[in-house]
């Protein structure tokens, strides 16, 4: 096992990453063992799960299949698939949760594996205007948080039907 120590992520030769947090990530094929729900859909493109984070509830992750780095790295015919899905996803988040603003992200720096994060933003949320990732404002409402996570299961089962 080694530790990195800029961002305290524990790595072992089997393909797995620790992270502070104590959540496990399989580099293999990204899936997550702890802290997410299992797929919503899973075709031989790519996979969605709802990331549990009871801060946002109806944040989603896009995961390509295939082991790849970059969106350039898809052919053409791919990256109409994955645009297609992206667009297909969002229209879901906004239909089931009605957020002021859906976040699109991609960085891959961390797992450098193709995969979107899609997060519902409301001007309520605990880092808003910021970023996700970025020092939380305030705390939201334990009550409207309670109607989102309604809100984001009603998506899930959205996000179910139209991949289907």
């Known amino acids: 096992m080694n530790i990195n120590p800029i961002n305290n992520i524990q790595t072992n030769f089997n393909g797995y ?11 293999k094929n990204i ?28 944040y989603f992750r896009l995961i390509w299949q295939d082991h790849l780095k970059e969106v350039s790295d898809l052919d053409p015919g791919d990256r109409l698939v994955m645009w297609d899905a992206l667009t297909r996803l969002e229209e879901a988040v906004i239909e089931a949760m009605h957020p002021e603003k859906v976040n699109w992200a991609q960085f891959g720096t961390m797992v450098p ?10 001007p309520d949320d605990a880092a808003f205007p910021d970023s996700y990732w970025s020092p939380r ?6 009550k409207v948080l309670a109607e989102r996570e309604q809100a984001a299961r009603r998506c899930a089962e959205l996000i179910k039907e139209r991949f289907a």
């Open 17 to 27: 990453l620790k992270f502070k947090t104590g959540r496990y990530v399989n580099t």
């Open 113 to 122: 594996h193709l995969h979107w994060h899609l997060i519902p933003r409301f």
């Open 31 to 58: 899936t997550t063992v702890l802290y997410d729900y299992p797929d919503l859909v899973a075709n031989d493109k790519f996979r969605i799960i709802r990331v549990k984070d009871p801060e946002f509830p109806g």
């Open 137 to 142: 404002r305030r705390e939201t409402d334990p």
